[in-house]
């Protein structure tokens, strides 16, 4: 679609000799293709509940390098509300588990 968009505009403005062809070659390939390839394997290895528990830190990682390597900044309002999402999807996909092991641990439960 976004090809069709830029022949609909007149095409593209830059020299073909000026576009990062390496770049887009890597984002194509590597950081598109192969890692989705790579999740898709790695998903059919895992349960449900880890899957869900590492799309849910996605975002965290994505914030940290964002820090890291572009030296962005979060203030303390979008901090506690990430920190409240991710506590309340942790909670969410562990529940279960964690009555059923406080049930146990009762006197008389199973």
């Not at 000026?18 to 890692?35: D, M, R």
């Not at 390839?37 to 059919?44: D, E, N, S």
């Not at 309002?77 to 964690?98: D, F």
Request: with cysteine; charged share 10%; net charge positive.
């Amino acid at each position: 679609m976004g090809w069709v968009l830029v022949g609909t505009r007149g095409g593209i403005g830059t020299p073909c000799a000026e576009i990062p062809w390496g770049t887009l070659l890597y984002l194509a390939i590597v950081a598109t293709s192969l890692v989705i390839a790579l999740q898709t394997w790695a998903l059919g290895r895992t349960s449900p509940i880890k899957a869900s528990l590492i799309f849910s830190l996605e975002p965290v990682f994505a914030a940290i390098f964002a820090g890291l390597f572009f030296g962005e900044r979060m203030t303390s309002r979008e901090l506690t509300g990430g920190a409240l999402i991710l506590i309340g999807i942790v909670v969410t996909e562990t529940w279960g588990r964690v009555s059923a092991w406080i049930g146990s641990r009762r006197p008389g439960g199973n």
